[in-house]
């Protein structure tokens, strides 16, 4: 059974920095692509960061955190983390990790991963 457990959130001012850690298990965790998507009171869940199979030499990033976020993985703890630097108001909401059920690709698409987190809360106040 897979499981994603997310940690590291918590309640900042705006321009400081967050790490955001996400703990896989249940199977080979470096087969398969890792996302970090969010959702915000009252809005839709949306694509935040992406990251390849393996090495990781392929990541996305949605536009609004193009530049100040980073995803990144360690296969060997079985963790992707997401890096949020220079932190905004806008920037608050529910991060959740995700992973694909059967690709090494990373994707955009809130649909495309199958395995999803709890969430762990974010909060940024101006």
């Known amino acids: 059974q897979v499981q994603l457990v997310e940690s590291g959130g918590g309640l900042v001012q705006a321009g400081v920095s967050l790490r955001l850690s996400c703990a896989a298990s249940?199977?080979?965790?470096?087969?398969?692509?890792m996302g970090w998507f969010r959702q915000a009171p009252g809005k839709e869940r949306e694509f935040v960061a992406a990251?390849?199979?393996?090495?990781?030499?392929?990541?996305y990033y949605a536009d609004s955190v193009k530049g100040r976020f980073t995803i990144s993985r360690n296969n060997a703890k079985n963790t992707v983390y997401l890096q949020m630097n220079s932190l905004k108001p806008e920037d608050t909401a529910v991060y959740y990790c995700?992973?694909?059920?059967?690709?090494?690709?990373?994707?955009?698409?809130?649909?495309?991963?199958?395995?999803w987190g709890q969430g762990t809360q974010v909060t940024v106040s101006s």
């Open positions: 990251i390849s199979w393996r090495s990781g030499s392929t990541t």
């Open positions: 249940g199977r080979t965790f470096s087969n398969y692509a």
């Open positions: 995700a992973t694909r059920g059967s690709s090494g690709l990373p994707t955009m698409g809130v649909r495309d991963y199958d395995y």
